[in-house]
């Protein structure tokens, strides 16, 4: 019986040659070669097209698709994203900064130096005697101007 479950084992079974076992590694191996360098030449387009857009080149392996024409569409996605993140975050900052000159261009002297005058008081009635030292000499540069 266990000569019969043999025979009917190795029907289905076939034992297989060692030259076809090595060929087949020999054929995996090469395939995954080919994957690697395939990895590696995407990267290194992606790396490339990158730099021309000024993106950051750490963000790479994130974008990398399975070919050229999806990690470039990834690509211009997150520069798209990207470049929109960067423009609100000047446009916050720039609200954020905004100068609002006096009316009439600073050129009324009086009306500076009152607003000295009462930077001095404020100063002086807090104790802060640098501050007001610095405001009295801009009084004073004031004064001589006219």
Known sequence: MQKEIDTEIKKRF????????????????????????????????????????????????????????????????????FNDHIQKQV???????????????GSNNNSELQALQAEYATAMSNGNMPLAIAIKNKMVALQNKK
Request: hydrophobic share 35%.
């Open 91 to 105: 446009e916050a900052r720039i609200a954020g900064n905004s100068y609002v000159p006096p009316n009439g261009g």
């Open 14 to 81: 076939p034992e297989a040659d060692p030259k076809d076992i090595k060929m087949k590694e020999l054929e995996l191996k090469l395939e995954q070669m080919q994957k690697e360098t395939f990895k590696k030449e995407l990267t290194n387009s992606a790396i490339k097209t990158a730099t021309e857009k000024q993106l950051p080149v750490s963000i790479i392996d994130f974008i990398l698709g399975a070919d050229l024409e999806s990690t470039n569409k990834n690509i211009e996605t997150f520069e798209a994203i």
